[in-house]
């Protein structure tokens, strides 16, 4: 099996995959189905676990989502990116990264996740999270295109 090379033309720097992940990224159709598997068992346990919309329910689903789940996928961004471009240090981008990507996540997640919880009916929260999420990605994907610090 070969690796996959992926091209970035604004940069012309390319990331070389292991033949795992090479397999990982052809299989990912597989797993969009079971993101949106896991999306609705967390939308029905959130709601199971926290019914209602008063404001101080709402609030805490926010905190759980925001403080709770989202920080450790953060990391896990990061430092896989770096593990995927073969980078010297697979945690600085992460340390660098990690505080500002954290408030824009708070800025865009908090107003997105308050709309999910207050308006959105119980049966449609995976597509407007999926949508949500689709801007979320490019968002990412901007961070993680510009330059680091250099360590010196």
Known sequence: MNALVFEFPPSNRAI????????????????????????????KWLDKTFPGTAK???VRKLLLDQFVLTPPLLVIFFTGM?????????????????????????LFWIPAQTLNFVLVPP??????????????????????????LSSN
């Open 82 to 106: 770096s593990l995927m471009e073969q980078q010297s240090s697979i945690t600085e981008e992460c340390r660098q990264k990690f505080v500002p990507t954290f408030a824009r996540s708070c």
């Open 16 to 43: 070389h995959c292991s033949p795992l992940l090479a397999n990982h990224f052809r299989t990912n159709e597989d797993q969009g189905c079971l993101r949106v598997a896991f999306a609705r068992r967390r939308y």
């Open 123 to 148: 049966k449609f929260r995976v597509v407007y999270v999926g949508s949500c999420a689709f801007a979320w990605v490019n968002i990412l994907c901007w961070v993680k295109r510009q330059k680091m």
């Open 56 to 58: 101080r329910i709402i």
